[in-house]
């Protein structure tokens, strides 16, 4: 994805809220299941990365777009926005 297509999915992303909440368990199989199904509905997904989460926030963000076959679009404090590409 080029720096250009990623800067247009940042500016849409600011426009949505979370969807997605990742918690104690971090990123599990339940949570990787409804970040697929969502971006086979929106294509753009926001996920928010609660405070009890003990994994490092980047180090999930990764996790989590590589288990969902997505393109992670921004890591900003502890939201996350995942796109289908």
């Known amino acids: 994805m080029d ?3 990623k800067a ?5 992303a600011q426009h949505i809220d979370a969807t997605v909440y990742v918690g ?6 339940e949570v ?7 971006l086979k509905q929106k294509r753009l ?4 990365l609660l ?3 003990e994994q490092e926030r980047h180090e999930a963000a990764e996790k989590l777009a590589s288990a969902a076959a ?5 890591v900003r404090g502890r939201t996350v926005v995942l796109a289908r590409d």
């Open 45 to 48: 997904v926001k996920v928010r």
């Open 70 to 74: 997505a393109v992670r679009v921004e």
């Open 51 to 53: 405070p009890s989460m």
């Open 8 to 12: 247009q999915l940042k500016g849409a």
């Open 3 to 5: 720096k250009k297509r």
């Open 32 to 38: 990787v299941g409804e970040v697929v199904k969502q």
């Open 24 to 29: 104690k368990d971090g990123v599990t199989a």
